[in-house]
Structure formats: C-alpha cells, structure tokens
C-alpha cells in the first residue's frame, strides 16, 4: 500500500470522532483508491514497457533502414560506374569501327590516287629533264643560226623555261599530293587492334630517341636537350604498341619541327623574354604519371607555341601550318583518332613565345582490357 494512504488509513482507523458508519465508508474509499492507484500504476509501467520496446524496435528498424539505404547507394554507384564503364567501352569499340571502316575506304581511295599521282609525278620530272636537255641543244647551236633564227630559239626558250617552272609547281604539288595518300596508307593499316601488355616508358622513351636521331640526321638539325622524366611506378600497360608508337613518333616530329621553327627565326618580335635568338636553347621534356584516375604521357616543347585562334583547328584532317609539301595535315588528326581508339583523350597546353604540352591521358587498365 501506499505510504501517505497507509497513514490515512491509520488515521481513520484511530479518530474516536467518527461513527462507524463513516469510518467504514472512508476505508472503502481508501481502499477504492489504493485499488485504482495500484491499477494506474500497473497501466503507466506498461505503457512505460510498451515505449522502451517501441523505442528499441524502432531504432532497430532506422538502422535497418540505415543499411539498406547504404547499400542502395552502394548498387547505385556500382550500376553508375557498369554503366560508364559500358558506354566508354561502347564509344572506344564505335571509334574502333569507325577507324577499320575508314582505313578500308582510305586504303580503296588512296590506291586509286596513287597510280595516276605516279604518273602525273613520274612524267613530270621526266618533262623537265627533258625541258633541260632541249634547252641546252638549242644553246649549243644558236650560235650557228642567223640573228633572226637566234631570237626565235631565245622565244623558244622562254617558252619552255616557263613549261618547266609549270613542270616543277606541278611535281611539287603531286609530291604533297604524294605524301598524303602515304599517309592515308599508313593510317589505314592500323595495327594488330589488340591491347597488349606493354612497357609504357621504354615504348615512349624508345620512339622519341628515334625521332631525335631521324632529326639529327636531318637536312635542318638543331640542338634539343632532351629531358627524360618518367614514372617509374607505370609497369605494362595495354596498349596496341603499333598504333601508340606512331602517337608518339607524330607528337615528337611535331615538337622538333616546332623547336626548329623557333631556332631559326630571323624576327625576334615575339620572343622578347628570351633576349635574342642566341639565348635560346630548344628543349623537349617527357614526363609520365601514374594517377589514381589513369596514366597520363606529357611531350612539351619550348618552340614558338601555337596561335590561340588556330587552337581548335589542328587535329582537324588536312590542316598543316607548314608551308610546301612539308605538312599533310593529317599527323595530328590520326594521333587523335589512336588515342580516343585506346579510351583516351589528347589535350594541349600552349602559351605563344613559350611552347606547348601535348597531354596524353589514358584510363585505367581495368576499364580497358
């Protein structure tokens, strides 16, 4: 019982004041009392009981809840990632397609081109030499014509000095015209088109020696320090050894020709930070990177740098800022199209006067075998 109704009880119990009748009647409602405390008290711990295990229950079911949200999270970056991981799969097998088909279409055209580009070169050269031979025949004898016969072979032979120069533009042209389709033949070989294990470094490090000897060995040569920096936490990488080589082979002449642009120029308007020409020594640097996100290969050059407004053009096919039957057009555009072919992209970093930094960046191999 209650304490404070215990000491009412008593109390009732014990008071000579009331009649029996009324003690009676205040114990029973003492009692009653005690009674519906007991029954309130006996409600309120259940209902204390019935919170706690509600309250355990539900903290049970937020961290159940909790889980499964995580791991919906979790299916959900794995399903973002497959995906990713198939469309660029998708995008680099739709360039892979896109260069067979088009190396068979450039093989069928340039081999069309070819034969009648043979002949227009072949009987060009042929008709200037025999221009030259012409023209010192009639050397050799006007001395035995009359002055009015001597000043007709003197038309005539301006006549065909002008046929030869004609000759000589056309043989020039049909040369670039020449080197083109050997272009477009060499890129529509392609190579085996299967990634194989391959040493990144002593790959990058191999071809650009070859260019710089090839360089060297040149009609122009310049002097290029050359700065190996690799990484040398790139073990093999999956590459189609073929087809990269000839990223680097195109990003490495590029870069010589560039540096030898920059050596030889007569104007030093525009290299004012370098204070004349003599001060200035072409360098090439090579830099590998092992990235949580790929490797990246980096080819910069100190040379003249490329003209902001002109930026965008230079992978696009048949653009060359070389002048003559130097340039096809097509280096960049096919080493473009080799990189994108192996899941990567090709970015440049140029400031004029200063040189440029062709980056190439690769995915991880995981995403590519």
């Known amino acids: ?15 000579e004041n009331l009649s029996e009748e009324e003690r009676t009647s205040l114990i029973k409602a003492t009692k009653d009392v005690e009674k519906a405390l007991t029954i309130s008290e006996f409600k309120l711990e259940r209902t204390e009981k019935v919170k706690r295990t509600t309250a355990i229950l539900l903290e049970e079911t937020i961290e159940e809840l909790e889980q499964k949200r995580k791991a919906i999270e979790e299916t959900n970056t794995a399903l973002q990632q497959s995906l990713e991981d198939l469309k660029a799969t998708q995008s680099q097998l739709i360039q892979q397609e896109k260069l067979a088909s088009l ?59 002008d046929i030869e120069m004609n000759l000589r533009k056309i043989h020039e042209h049909g040369s670039r015209a020449d080197s083109i389709v050997k272009s477009m033949l060499e890129h529509s070989r392609g190579g085996t088109g299967k990634l194989e294990a391959t040493d990144l470094n002593a790959l990058v490090k191999e071809y650009v020696n070859l260019c710089f000897h090839g360089m060297r060995a040149s009609k122009n040569p310049i002097n290029v320090d050359l700065q190996f920096e690799p990484d040398e936490n790139i073990g093999e990488v999956p590459l189609i050894a073929e087809d990269f080589s000839r990223v680097i082979v195109n990003l490495s002449n590029n870069a010589f020709d560039a540096m030898r642009e920059k050596a030889n120029c007569k104007d030093l308007q525009g290299f004012e930070n370098l204070g004349g020409l ?15 996100s790929g490797i990246s290969v980096e080819i910069e050059d100190n040379g003249p740098g490329i003209p902001e407004e002109i930026k965008d053009k230079i992978m696009q096919p048949f653009f060359t800022t070389k002048k003559g ?45």
């Open 1 to 15: 019982m209650n304490q404070q109704l215990k000491i009412i009880l008593d109390f009732i119990q014990q008071s």
């Open 103 to 161: 190396g068979q279409l450039t093989a069928g055209i340039a081999h069309e081109i070819k034969n009648p580009l043979n002949f227009v070169n072949n009987f060009s050269e042929l008709s200037v030499e025999l221009i030259e031979e012409t023209k010192d025949e009639l050397s050799s004898i006007s001395d035995q014509l009359s002055a009015e016969d001597r000043e007709k072979v003197e038309e005539a032979v301006e006549i065909l000095h």
């Open 278 to 292: 003599d001060a200035y020594h072409p360098k090439l640097t090579i830099r590998t990177h092992q990235q949580n």
């Open 325 to 369: 039957i130097e340039g096809t057009g097509l280096g960049l555009s096919i080493t473009n199209d080799i990189v994108k072919a192996h899941g990567g992209q090709l970015d440049i970093k140029t400031e004029k006067g200063n040189g440029s930094v062709f980056v190439i960046s690769l995915p991880n191999s995981e995403s590519r075998i």
